[in-house]
């Protein structure tokens, strides 16, 4: 005979035991609530990134509009001008 070891077989023993299902539940609810949190700061986050948005187009709209009245009151102003007869004013003789 060879000394050769015969493989036995091993009792598959699972060597993690089970975990008892509060603490499983536990984890669960856990892990639920912190995707929950996160999804809710993300929205928080977009909503203010919108609203930030919103305002700079707010912005940016009035002051298109104060641009078109200035040029309105400028090519106004230079219209009134070019109608404007220059008259000359008359001279006083200084008395001596």
Known sequence: MTNEKKSTPKTTRNLVKKAPEKIVAHALNTAISTVEKAAVTDVKRTA?????????LEKAKKAA????????RATGFSA?????????????????
């Open 48 to 56: 203010k990134r919108a609203q930030r948005t919103e305002m700079k």
């Open 65 to 72: 509009t104060a641009a078109k009245k200035d040029a309105k």
């Open 80 to 96: 009134t001008i070019e109608k404007m007869e220059v008259k000359e004013a008359p001279t006083r003789k200084i008395k001596e």
